[in-house]
């Protein structure tokens, strides 16, 4: 079965320094999509970066940056510089295609980030 | 600029009320999508749709039924409610990978 593992319920980071968020997943299937989404204290999810299966580089968005270990079954996000406004909560998700061109997500439990100034 | 919108931000029923939630996007997407997020579950899908009138089971649809009449149009209904079915609730809609979200619905049975 899939499934996606966030291991942290809360982390705390200083304004202006980096902070990693963790997420593993299990899946057997060879084709999969991982992502980061962001959701602020008003409920809107926010995409942030996408990693899929067969990329060989790791994916970066401005600060955001995944750490994509796939022998370990990691997609780690990675936040530079943080900022005030990064404190929020934050998923991560697989996806899982189907022949019809749809998928479906598979979410975590979430990790709630507070950044301290 | 993609636009999912939902009907209500906040929305307040009673045990035994027929609830519908709506959900409207502007980007000619096939793919529709319905979620409950419940504190340490994180997002669990309800029902999905990926063409008119077609509908599939996620992974927790006890209690729920959907309906999509216009590609654009994705209806989640709580034939009665009760109060375990007290969550915020999210559609997306996806042409691919990515899903869309809307700003979500906070219901609350009393």
Redesign the interface.
Known sequence: AQK?T?TQ?GMFVQEKEAVTLDCTYDTSDPSY?L?W?KQPS????I?LI?Q?SYDQQNATEGRYSLNFQKARKSANLVISASQLGDSAMY?C?M?R?FS???????????TRLAVHP | DVKVTQSS?YLVKRTGEKVFLECVQDMDH??M?W?RQDP??????IY?S?DVKMKEK?DIPEGYSVSREKKERFSLILESASTNQTS?Y?C?S?T?????????T?LTVL
């Open positions: 996606i966030q319920p999509g992502f989404y008003s409920g809107e999810m995409f996408y899929g998923f998700a996806s295609s019809g061109g749809y998928n479906k997500l598979i979410f975590g439990a979430g | 931000r096939e793919n999508f979620y340490g579950l994180g997002l669990r899908l999905f990926y996620g915020m999210l997306a996806s691919g990978d990515e899903q869309f979200f809307g700003p979500g906070r």
